[in-house]
């Protein structure tokens, strides 16, 4: 059984920098790809980076330029390291890894409970 746990969030004011991590439990035979999405209150979710097993990264619009996603493969970690924070990053940050938990089984989704990140103006 898989598990993903996020950590990292909190209160930063405008300009600050956090960096979110998101420890993986379990194994996974493999990985196709992780990603951080995030939840405003009456908003829906959106993705905001991803990092395909092949190292490719992509960001939304909103974040290009200031949010980094990383990986540690030693330590089963993803990581999201957010620079110059707006008052509109306020959100619960989710990362999301899709994989395979065997060579027999097909790709699944798994998500984290999320980590709460508000910044101040």
């Known amino acids: 059984q898989v598990q993903l746990v996020e950590s990292g969030g909190g209160l930063v004011q405008a300009g600050g920098s956090l960096r979110l991590s998101c420890a993986a439990s379990g194994s996974l035979f493999s990985i196709s790809a992780m990603h951080w999405y995030r939840e405003a209150p009456g908003n829906p979710r959106e993705l905001v980076a991803s990092?395909?097993?092949?190292?490719?990264?992509n960001y939304a619009d909103f974040v290009k330029g200031r949010f980094a996603i990383s990986r540690d493969n030693a330590k089963n970690t993803v990581y999201l390291q957010m620079n110059s924070l707006k008052p509109e990053d306020t959100a619960v940050y989710f990362c999301?890894?899709?994989?395979?938990?065997?060579?027999?089984?097909?790709?699944?989704?798994?998500w984290g409970q999320g980590t709460q990140v508000t910044v101040s103006s």
């Open positions: 990092l395909t097993s092949g190292g490719d990264t």
């Open positions: 999301n890894v899709q994989g395979s938990p065997s060579i027999l089984e097909s790709i699944k989704s798994y």
